[in-house]
């Protein structure tokens, strides 16, 4: 009798990170695999429920908390502040992943892309390893290509464009579009952290990308022959997700839901831009003004909360525009049940 194969998770802490991990660990355990997510006390405690009856296993670290430099509740904190804390993570976090992989013995190590020294964890007990991407195959190409042969330096002033070299599709950019970490001489933590990640790929046995190769077969291909990461593509993870198992009751989607079915089908834009990315208050008011513009409906997920009733002091919001809005467009703050809203027919192609 065959043995079961059994696969470990390791995703990054945070509620974006975890939901493709567990469709991802869905995915395996269909074919047949055992999948078990390491995670944090506060997130083991978030999912127990969700992954009933789902055949996954989870184990905990142990707590990480202001002894080790760490602010109570950092694994709910925005991307961008807890982003920095990743390195302190690592050597934090390594000694627990060590004893874990030494105790259960599994076959395969998964870990998130902002994990890189999982690997050589990994690599120790002669435990296979993978790296995870949630990034299509396009942001991938193009991050690596502009890390590798630096055109932004070839360039007068930061709103010149320049072309980057050796990407299919004559993509150009400026160094205003860059991320931090790329448009920066100095060499900071995160810049640190991509050129780890970049070793990893090639140490490890390949990475999983969230991503179908009908999607984007030119950069699918490109990122396995020409720049030499060998990958698959395992997307699109969403897919694995039962719609009554995600994103649970909560008042604010079942009125949006209500709004959305008093609309016509492929007549609603859908707007979100994901946990990740924050836009200063000046950016999200340049977004209301061109949503007001366009004249089209719309649902604008957007991550700030409701400072109290009165909309005026939204200093992100154009005055009064709520109420301009009403029955046209519709603003969720922080959270939204995305995949039960992508699953109607309302939707207008863009």
């Known amino acids: 009798m065959e043995t079961?194969?059994?696969i470990f998770f390791l995703p990054m802490m945070g509620q974006g990170q975890l939901k493709p991990t567990i469709d991802m660990?869905?995915?395996?355990?269909?074919?047949?695999?055992?999948?078990?997510?390491?995670?944090s006390p506060y997130h083991a405690n978030l999912l127990s429920e969700t992954l009933e009856d789902t055949h996954i296993n989870l184990l905990s670290f142990k707590p990480i908390y202001v002894e080790n430099g760490f602010p109570r509740g950092w694994e709910s904190l925005p991307m961008d502040t807890r982003i920095d804390l990743l390195p302190k993570a690592g050597i934090t976090l390594a000694p627990q992943l060590d004893q874990l992989l030494q105790q259960h013995r599994p076959d395969c190590l998964v870990c998130g892309m902002f994990y890189p020294w999982a690997t050589d964890v990994a690599a120790k007990h002669g435990?296979?390893?993978?790296?995870?991407?949630g990034w299509c195959y396009f942001s991938h190409c193009a991050t690596l290509c502009v890390h590798r042969y630096e055109p932004q330096k070839n360039v007068s002033s930061d709103s010149d464009p320049f072309l980057i070299p050796n990407l299919p599709g004559e993509i150009k950019l400026t160094r205003n579009q860059l991320l931090d970490f790329l448009r920066k001489d100095e060499e900071t933590e995160i810049a640190k952290l991509y050129k780890e990640i970049i070793q990893a790929e090639?140490?490890?046995?390949?990475?999983?990308?969230n991503s179908?190769?009908?999607l984007e077969p030119v950069y699918a291909d490109h990122w396995k022959y020409a720049l030499g990461v060998n990958s698959w593509h395992i997307g699109p993870l969403f897919l694995h997700n039962k719609l009554d198992e995600v994103d649970k009751a909560n008042m604010d989607a079942s009125e949006s839901l209500k709004w959305l079915n008093s609309k016509k089908p492929s007549s609603v834009v859908y707007v979100c831009f994901g946990t990740n990315i924050r836009f200063s208050d000046a950016q999200l008011k340049e977004i209301a003004l061109g949503l007001e513009a366009s004249g089209q409906e719309?649902?604008?997920v957007v991550r700030r909360e409701k400072q109290d009733d009165d909309e005026v002091n939204e200093e992100?919001?154009?005055e009064r525009f709520e109420k301009r809005m009403e029955g046209k467009g519709l603003i969720l703050r922080g959270w939204a049940p995305k995949l039960r809203f992508l699953a109607m027919k309302l939707w207008e192609d863009l």
């Open 202 to 209: 090639e140490r490890c046995d390949g990475v999983l990308v």
């Open 316 to 318: 992100w919001l154009p």
């Open 212 to 214: 179908f190769y009908e």
């Open 298 to 300: 719309f649902i604008w």
């Open 127 to 133: 435990i296979h390893s993978l790296m995870f991407h």
């Open 25 to 39: 660990a869905k995915l395996f355990v269909s074919r047949g695999l055992k999948a078990t997510i390491l995670t």
């Open 4 to 6: 079961q194969l059994h």
